[in-house]
Structure formats: C-alpha cells, structure tokens
C-alpha cells in the first residue's frame, strides 16, 4: 500500500495537465442545470385559441374572456363554423378549438345540460394535455363564477364541488426544483463513469501499463489508485453543483448533508466499479465511450429522471432493480425536496452498498483476466 | 555464481502462432546479452516471459535464480524493463515521471542517482518539459533512467534503440557498457547488426527459434565459404544475375556492396568476376571480403529455411 499516495498523485496531476478536462469539470454543472433546468421546462405558455362561439350571448363572452385573460391562451381567431377553425389547425396557426354551442346561455338558464367542445392539436401531446387541464381549470373556474351570480331557486344546491390539489414538497410544483437534484445526479454520474472507463483505456493505448505492470504495484493498488481521484472528483463536482443550485434557483438541501453525502461515497465507488469494468473489457477509449455512453443513456431513461417509473412495463422494471441511477435520483430527491432522512433511505443504500462490492470485485477479477 | 537469467526448453504459442519453440540459454551476471531477429522472431513474447507479463505454455524461466511463476513479485522488484515502444506518462515532465517511478519501487531519485547520473545530467536542462515533448534519443534516455532508478539486478531493454538517431544510439550503447560495468546484467534486442558488434554474446533469433549463440568475433568463424562483394552501377540487373548463377549460393545486398557467397567447397570467385564482367558490366568492382554478422544471420537463416 506504500505506493497508493504516489499513484494518487500522479493521477491528480495528469487531470490538472489536462486543458480540456478541468474546465469541462466545473462549467459542465453551471451549464448543464442552467441548460436542462431553463429549457427542457414542461410549462405551457402561448397556446393558440380559436373561438367558434354559436351562442353569441353574454355568457359565451364571459368564457373567452376567462380565456383570453390568463397567461395561457392567445386568442388569434373567431370563426362562423368548426370546420373553418379546423382548418386553423391544420396550417398550425391555432392548438385549440373553443366551440360554444347555440343557444347556450338559454340552456343554462333552464338548468339543462350544456356540452362545450374543445378541440386539440395533438401532434404534441405533451402540449395538447396539459392546454386540456388549463382549458378545464378556466371552465370549471367560469361555471362556478355563474352559480355565483345566479339566485337560485330555494333548496337547489349548486352542482359544483371545489376541488384544490396541494402539492408537498415542491408545493408551487415548480419544474426546476424538481429536475434539479436530478441532473446534479446525473452529472455526477456520467463525469465519474467517463472519466474511469477511459482512464486505465489510456494507460494501455499509452503503453504505460506495461511499465506499472513490472512494477511491484499490486492489481488492487492500481484499481484503488484509480478510484480515489474519481471518487474525490465526484465528490468535489457534487459540491460545487450544489452551491450553483443554490445561487441560481435558490434550491437547497432539506434533509441533512451528511445523509446525501454518504450515499453519494458510495454510489461513485458502483459507478466508478463500473467505469473500470467497462475499460479493462474494451480496448480502444473510443470503444470504451461508446459502451458507457450507451449503458448511460439506457440507464438514464430508465432512471425517472424525466418520466415517472411507476408507468414503465413489468420486464423494465426488473431491469431498473438492477440501475444505480435510478436509485441515485430517487435518494437525491428524496432528500433534497423530502427532506428524507436515512432510515426512509436505507433500502437504497444497502443495495448501492450491494453494487459497489459486486460492480468492483467484478473490475478487479476482469483486470487480473486482462493483464495475464 | 548463478547465471541472471536461465532458460530452458521454453516454448509458447499465440493460438496458431508458434511465438517461441523450445528455446534454451543462459546470460551470466554481468553480462551484455543481445538478441537479433527479424520482427516476428519471437524477441517481444521472450521478454514478456522473462518480466512475469504473460506465462509460458512450458519450459523452466529463472531470473536471478527466482522462477517467473511463483517469484514473480520479488522479481518485478529486481528487475528493469524497457518496452519497445516508449511508455511513460507523456503528460508528467521528465521529473515527474522519474520520481514516479522510484517512487512506486519505495525509493527516491536521490539514493540511485550515481547509477542514472551519467544519463540524467542531459536530461536535466529539460526537467519541467513534458515527456512527449522530447526527442526520440531523449525519451529513450529517460525511458532508461525510470528503468534503472530503482538499481534493478537484471535490464530488459526490447529494440531500446529502434527509431533513434545514429549518434543518440552509439551514446546509449556506451551507457549500456557503462552499466554492464556495475554489474547489471543487460538483456537486450536489436534488429540493428551494427550494435550486435557491441554485445558480449548474440543469440541469432528466427522464428522462434535460436539459429546460433556466439560472441560478436566468434560468430563470424560460423561462417562457410567464400564470400565476394561487388558492385556496378546497375545494381538491381547484378543482384538477379548473381542469384541465377550456379557458382552462387546466395546474394544480398549490404550498403554500397552486394554480397554473394559461392557454393560450398568453391573458392574459385575469381572466375566468377570474369564471368559477370563479360555479361556486360563493364565497370564491375569486385573482391573477396570477410564475413560479418549479418552475413552469417543470412546464411543460417537460408539454411534454417532448405
């Protein structure tokens, strides 16, 4: 073990040689949660209304301008028929037909049941639903005005029931504080594995694992010699993205540090295993990028950063037993929004603790393999 | 005294490939040991075995009297290797990379220096430049120096001076006597004939095989027949005549010369001159010449091949 501190060392300052590499270490965080956090924002703004209004009476009035008086709609045409609205649609200038039928507020008046028809441009769905859920909201919104303003004959009730979501833990149920401890996860994912994977790959296109070989180095000293700079480097990058967190969206920690920080210690310790893994079975640093590249974009689909993994078929969920990020992401939101402490963690934990012992004695079995 | 490095019967083969095929020698303590070979010879899988890197199929590898297999930590301690290619961290300076390497044999630059001094003083005024940055003389230079700095018993140096200027090799190969004097025992191989001259002992290597073990002057007395050298201005219409006359066994080029060896028991070259004179090349200069090493490489080579 007498050699361990030399190889750190030497480790640290190949990376502080490296022009590309410690910049890419400090502005990927800023730019990747600025980037992610500010573009890939699910809020709809901007959604085109058109407006079929058969009725023509001060009620239908009163609904588009419940429409057209919230952030959300843009009203760029009213027109006679819906087959003229459609054609709207089809040229992309509308994402939403409002069709109020004839005769509406006469219906109303005698208490019968009214149908408004909505029409939306799906070809983004993700835009079309949720321009569906505002567009309800602002009916619902406008019906219950109406029953407001009437008098009501004694002992009819009004047919409306109040319902109010209240979000816990990102109560305002704002994107970015919810995609933000999962990208610092990620980020923290894909440095460490990259860097691993292509670091003993190097050594080896280099020749210079010739000459550590014929040294008394032993294999474990050599892996650990490469897993402490990585695993300091994650730790460092993890720390710093959270201070940009918190200076850019003001995001910070609810549960305890210490918490999310031993968990993180042990997660890279699986995710650097498996960056060495990956480089003692390829042979060239272009192989080895391309295998942890896609290893991380399978894992990271899977890991629910951007889609919930409660709706992901039965075989994918076995095989997300088996994805560290996923659990990563969890424990980070966990315990950034939550506030989770480590016991509502301990499952997690004990499986990273799992993949870190499995992930690293497979690395060092398949280096001993490799180096004969 | 123990030889510092014995092989016996040592053979192994790359799936199809036969690498080495029951090879045997001995290099004594303290001596300068050279092998010459063609590339594919079999010279780099040698040196792989004797570094305990990759195993034999089979055949009994002692290095100062430590069997490769199960001594091989003690050995990696004792021993100094310089691969073909040049591997140290291109990034590190040269300081880095010397203090790395004695660093990680539990030493330090300062309690081996007399053994690198000779070498390190021409690298020192480039100290703080990164190590792919130097010249191909000067990385073999520090290539040596990481090899030495932890005073190994036994050099490897596999084609130590391949792609290195003439003047840069002639200093190296006076540094290896320079070593060889403080009792290292240096094995080392070159595809260079000249250097051949400067070893103690050469083993001739084809093909996985050892043609012939000799020192530089003994070697040359392997050598049967008369040899002639000749030259014309039309040397490539010299060469296909020589090879397609009966009185020869065999030509090849050699600098300026053309070497032909006649048939066993003909000594007669003087007929052979008057013989190639009247094909027409009118300005033939001819004499009888001494065998070299690579004369004899060429012909036990032809000879391993009938």
């Known amino acids: 073990m007498r050699a361990l501190p030399h190889i750190i060392r030497k480790e640290f300052r190949q990376i502080s040689r490296n022009k590309v590499m410690l910049p890419l270490l400090f502005l990927m965080p800023i730019l990747q949660l600025m980037v992610l956090s500010y573009a890939a924002d699910f809020e709809v703004k901007n959604v085109n209304l058109v407006v079929v209004d058969l009725d023509k009476s001060s009620t239908s009035q009163r609904l588009i301008t419940k429409f057209t008086a919230s952030d959300y709609f843009t009203l760029v045409g009213s027109f006679e028929s819906t087959a003229l609205a459609m054609q709207e649609i089809e040229k992309e200038n509308a994402d939403l037909i409002l069709c109020i039928p004839k005769d509406m507020a006469q219906d109303l008046d005698k208490l019968m049941p009214v149908n408004v028809q909505l029409l939306l441009n799906a070809v983004n769905n993700q835009k079309a639903a949720i321009a569906s859920n505002y567009s309800l909201q602002i009916i619902h919104a406008w019906n219950t005005d109406r029953f407001k303003d009437m008098t009501l004959p004694p002992g009819v009730l009004p047919l409306t029931v109040d319902i109010r979501d209240s979000y816990w833990y990102n109560s305002q149920l704002n994107y970015k504080t919810f995609m933000v401890p999962g990208i610092l996860a990620i980020l923290v994912t894909m440095l460490t594995a990259f860097l691993s994977s292509i670091n003993i790959i190097r050594e080896r296109e280099m020749g210079t694992i010739e000459q550590l070989n014929v040294s008394p180095i032993t294999k474990f000293e050599f892996i650990l010699g490469k897993i402490i700079p990585f695993w300091i480097i994650g730790m460092l990058v993890m720390s710093f993205g959270l201070v940009v967190a918190y200076l850019l969206f003001g995001i910070t920690v609810s549960g305890s540090l210490f918490t999310l920080y031993a968990f993180l210690a042990v997660y890279l310790v699986a995710i650097l295993g498996i960056g060495i893994l990956i480089s003692t079975v390829t042979e060239t640093q272009q192989q080895a990028m391309f295998i942890t590249w896609f290893c991380i974009v399978i894992f990271l689909l899977l890991s629910g950063l951007f889609t919930p993994v409660d709706s992901i078929p039965e075989w994918a969920k076995i095989l997300n037993l088996f994805n560290p990020i996923k659990y990563f992401v969890e424990v980070m939101r966990m315990i950034m929004l939550k506030g989770s402490s480590f016991m509502d963690i301990r499952h997690h934990f004990l499986v990273m603790v799992g993949f870190a012992i499995v992930y690293n004695v497979m690395a060092i079995r398949s280096y001993s393999k490799t180096s004969g | ?306």
């Open chain 2, 1 to 306: 005294m123990k030889p510092a490095i014995s092989i016996q019967n040592l053979s192994k083969s790359y799936k199809e490939v036969e690498a080495l095929k029951s090879i045997s020698f001995e290099v004594k303590q303290g001596e300068l040991f050279g092998l010459i070979g063609p590339d594919g010879a079999g010279k780099s899988t040698l040196f792989r075995i004797l570094t305990t890197l990759t195993l034999a199929d089979s055949g009994i590898v002692r290095v100062m009297d430590m069997d490769v297999v199960q001594d091989f930590r003690e050995i990696r301690n004792r021993i100094g290797y310089m691969p073909g290619r040049f591997s140290l961290y291109q990034d590190l300076t040269v300081a880095e990379n010397l203090e790395f390497f004695a660093t990680i044999f539990g030493t330090t630059i300062e309690e081996n220096y007399d053994l690198i001094r000779d070498i390190y003083v021409q690298l020192e005024p480039f100290k703080t430049r990164p190590a792919g940055k130097l010249s191909g003389g000067m990385k073999q230079k520090l290539a040596l120096c990481c090899a030495l700095i932890h005073k190994p018993e036994v050099l490897f140096l596999d084609e130590p001076t391949t792609g290195v200027d003439p003047v840069s090799r002639k200093e190296f190969w006076q540094m290896l006597k320079r070593l060889k004097n403080e009792g290292i025992a240096i094995l080392v191989s070159t595809p260079y004939m000249d250097e051949a001259a400067l070893c103690d002992r050469i083993a001739l290597v084809q093909k996985g095989e050892i043609l012939s073990i000799a020192s530089p002057d003994t070697i040359n007395e392997a050598f049967h027949g008369t040899l002639v050298a000749m030259k014309s201005h039309r040397m490539y219409e010299l060469l296909t005549t020589l090879r397609n006359h009966p009185k020869v066994a065999s030509c090849y080029a050699f600098g300026e010369f053309l070497n032909a060896a006649l048939m066993d028991g003909d000594e007669d070259w003087q007929s052979l001159e008057m013989d190639i004179r009247h094909k027409g090349f009118d300005d033939l200069v001819a004499y009888e010449t001494t065998a070299g090493i690579e004369n004899v490489f060429m012909q036990l080579l032809s000879q391993a091949e009938a």
